[in-house]
């Protein structure tokens, strides 16, 4: 380091600072006391007969009350599914299944703060994040695959796809409408019908999406949305009547799945669990690399799949990096979030903070070091500061294990090979992060690592173009950009003999 | 006086070796006894494959068509002697054929698959595709030449190693090209043939952490059972089709990686 750079880091951090509260308004977003679930076009009572409150994680107050879809229940939305493929959805030319699609992108972007709002509300996200990150993928990931629902046989070369019926699609609770998106965006645009079912714990965009569905005037039975927990998921992997699933999830779920469909001929994608490295050469852009590694896992409170959990630092550069991200976190702000300068939010849920609780604890008694910065926690609702273990070993759980919070691990390493070595010493392999000013090590890092997405000089990048998914353990198919098609389609057989 | 021909001992083949199996076990199948495959046999085979897939996927696209290409001519020179363990001359002509067609592959299907993606912030974005890692195969009993040979080529093609479990009822067609493979400069590994009973070894394949991929083309019944298996490190299923030569069944054994990296003065 040079003395001003010395100097800046001892500089006093403006921890004392006080900032005026500057909240979103929340008057936008009207909620239902109740919700049933969305069958055919309309909210119907579940027949299962039971309800379940759904609560803002960040003050713990009861939003509404929403369905817990039965087997029955299930069976009624595949049944409404399958009637919309069958009487008209796989039929209509694929130019007015596009303008549909473009009708929803149109009205998302309409309605984005509302959305925003209330995803931050049941999600404990930052609204500066539902506003800017959540929402305009959304709408962009509708107005992509849009344009792809009449352009499907330029896609696959030799082949003639087609639709493949219904698809049953479970997604989680750390990006709910964007995975929302992810998901009915492909499948209608190849021509299906879906039954999609969010998070136990973050219903309320989904529902929402409804009056989109409504606004858009898409046919009944074209999107279904069925509510509950892990029961509902489950009944709809299982159910005959549908053709394809698709599931964003941890990885014990997702090979739960894998299981129930074996032998079924079902297709199957699966986004699964992550413990991306985020390798910081001694080359890098210090600052460029901090704020790239605050990105990685703080964003979304470090609910994101992708993650970059494990720090790998260089040896030469560990000690003035640690300090410049311990400096770092001292400017975080954690609380409401729907204060607009609030860059860390609520714990999902209950269930979650005391995972993360568990997995700190236990880095702790093996003997890392843990770092938290001074922060004062909301009394009500679920809240973990940002935390950074030193001393990390390979070994240790939170080296290994998805933590699925605020919690970073550092590890150190000499050699390119080195860091090679630790970042894929994992069962996952979805995301990776490489921080270098010299070109030819990027690349030869891109090839190595053995992740679906690899982001060079940033971190947490996301768009409709582009394919998502993971290696080994983090599942596989794609999703997004041309490959996120195929999941959707049966490709068939050739068109001419020989390929 | 007529000569009394030298006969061959059937043997595995793993990592570029010619081993008998372990077990010290063989059974009798197209009237020669055959080497009958243990599960530890298997284990042996997927550590192969596991060394071979390094060197193998690190070597240029240009090389891979040019080894596949010299498979191709190290069957042709052992066309009689193929056209007596399979169905004949015409199945053994089109295996050659298909090595050939996908030889030509190995410098394309980045092409084809990979793609450049025009997000929508200051970045450079793409996607091109990476082998999977090892690939147990499950080849059909019948044809056993043609189903063995329809399996392999898209798999190794794309940078993968392969463990194969060669047809249970006419194996002589496989061991022969175990041969032909080991004369065709094919790094050591990257194709690991094991004879002798299915059901003795194809679970242990499925269950194996160590395998990324599994191709249940000439699965049956056992099919549901080794599905269930493979998840538990989620491994891709392929249900490879076996009189088909496509890019496809190339792009089944191949993950995609996109790389991001911001554009900027």
């Known amino acids: 380091m040079t003395d001003l750079e010395r100097r800046q880091d001892r500089a006093p951090v403006p921890a004392g600072w006080e900032y005026a509260p500057a909240p979103e308004s929340r008057d936008i977003v009207t909620l239902e006391e109740r919700y049933g679930l969305f069958i055919g076009g309309e909210f119907v009572d579940p027949r299962s007969g039971e309800y379940f409150p759904t609560l803002n994680p960040g003050t713990e107050e009861q939003l509404a009350e929403v369905a817990q879809a039965g087997p029955e229940d299930v069976d009624l939305a595949v049944g409404a599914a399958r009637e919309a493929y069958d009487n008209g959805w796989s039929s209509i030319s694929p130019a007015e299944r596009a303008k549909y699609l473009f009708r929803i992108a149109r009205i998302l972007q309409e309605r984005s703060r509302e959305f925003a709002v209330l995803e931050s509300m049941n999600g404990g996200k930052p ?59 492909p499948a ?90 985020n390798i910081v050469f001694d080359d890098a852009a210090l600052d460029q690399a901090v704020e790239g590694i605050v990105n990685g896992i703080y964003f979304n409170q470090g609910h994101v799949c992708c993650a970059g959990s494990r720090l790998l630092v260089q040896e030469s550069i560990y000690e003035p990096l640690i300090a410049k991200l311990k400096r770092r976190l001292t400017t975080l702000r954690l609380g409401d979030p729907l204060d607009k300068n609030t860059d860390i939010g609520a714990i999902n849920s209950k269930q979650q903070l005391d995972k993360i609780t568990e997995l700190v604890a236990a880095g702790e008694e093996e003997g890392a070091e843990i770092y938290q910065p001074p922060c004062r926690l909301p009394e009500k609702g679920y809240w973990f500061a940002p935390t950074v273990f030193t001393n990390v070993a390979q070994s240790y759980r939170i080296a290994q294990e998805e933590i699925f919070g605020p919690v970073l691990s550092v590890l150190t390493f000499r050699t390119p090979d080195e860091a090679v ?70 490709l068939g057989e050739s068109e001419v003999r020989g390929g | 006086m007529s000569r009394l021909p030298v006969r061959k001992t059937y043997k595995l083949f793993i990592g570029g070796d010619f081993p008998r199996s372990e077990s010290g076990r063989t059974y009798e199948a197209q009237g020669q006894n055959v080497a009958r495959g243990s599960r530890k046999d298997a284990r042996d085979a997927v ?105 392999i080529a898209p798999v190794i093609v794309g940078g993968n190693a392969a463990v194969v479990l060669a047809s249970e009822t006419a194996p002589l067609a496989a061991i022969e090209l175990s041969e032909a493979l080991a004369t065709a400069d094919l790094p050591g590994g ?76």
């Open chain 2, 190 to 265: 990257v194709v690991n043939i094991l004879t002798g009973y299915r059901s003795e070894m194809a679970p242990w394949l499925a269950g194996h952490m160590d395998v990324n991929a599994i191709d249940l083309g000439g699965a049956d019944g056992d099919a549901p059972e080794l599905e269930r298996l493979a998840a538990d490190n989620v491994k891709r299923v392929v249900r490879g089709r076996i009189g088909e030569q496509s890019p496809y069944e190339i792009a089944a054994f191949l993950e995609l990686k996109t790389v991001w990296h911001p554009i900027g003065v």
């Open chain 1, 188 to 277: 209608l645009a190849a021509g299906n019908t879906v039954v999609l079912k969010p998070a136990e714990t973050t219903p309320l965009t989904a529902l929402l999406f409804t009056d989109v569905v409504r606004q858009a005037e898409l046919p009944p039975g074209v999107v279904n949305i069925i509510t509950g927990d892990g029961r509902a998921g489950a009944e709809l992997v299982k159910h005959e009547g549908v053709d394809k699933i698709a599931f964003t999830g941890s990885t014990e779920v997702g090979k739960a799945i894998q299981r129930e469909l074996a032998g079924t001929g079902k297709k199957l994608t699966l986004e699964l669990g992550g413990k991306a490295a």
């Open chain 2, 47 to 151: 550590r192969a494959a596991r060394a071979g897939f390094g060197k193998w996927a690190g070597m240029t696209a240009y090389n891979r068509g040019q080894v596949l290409y010299r498979i191709a001519e190290m069957m042709e020179a052992r066309t009689a002697e193929f056209a007596e363990l399979c169905s004949g001359r015409a199945e053994v002509e089109e295996s050659i054929d298909r090595w050939v067609w996908y030889a030509g592959w190995a410098d394309k299907y980045a092409q084809v698959i990979g793609s450049s993606n025009p997000v929508a912030a200051p970045y450079f974005n793409f996607t091109f595709p990476e082998p999977t890692g090892v690939v147990a195969i499950v080849a059909p009993d019948e044809p056993s030449l043609g189903g063995l040979v329809s399996r």
């Open chain 1, 421 to 490: 070595e630790k970042a894929n010493n994992t069962a996952y392999g979805l995301s990776a992060g490489v921080w270098t000013e010299k070109g030819s090590r990027i690349l030869s890092m891109a090839q190595k690592l053995r992740a679906g997405v690899i982001w060079a000089n940033t971190f947490n990048r996301f768009d409709p173009t582009s394919p998502f998914g993971g290696f080994k353990e983090s599942g596989f198919g794609r999703e997004g950009g041309l490959h996120g098609l195929e999941p959707y389609l049966d």
């Open chain 1, 127 to 185: 609204i500066r994040e539902s506003r800017d990150v959540d929402l305009p993928l959304a709408a962009a990931h509708f107005f992509y695959y849009a344009g792809w629902a009449d352009k499907l046989e330029y896609a696959f070369p030799n082949r003639r796809p087609r639709s493949i019926g219904v698809a049953g699609q479970i997604i989680p609770w750390n990006f709910p409408l964007l995975m929302l998106a992810w998901k009915i965006a």
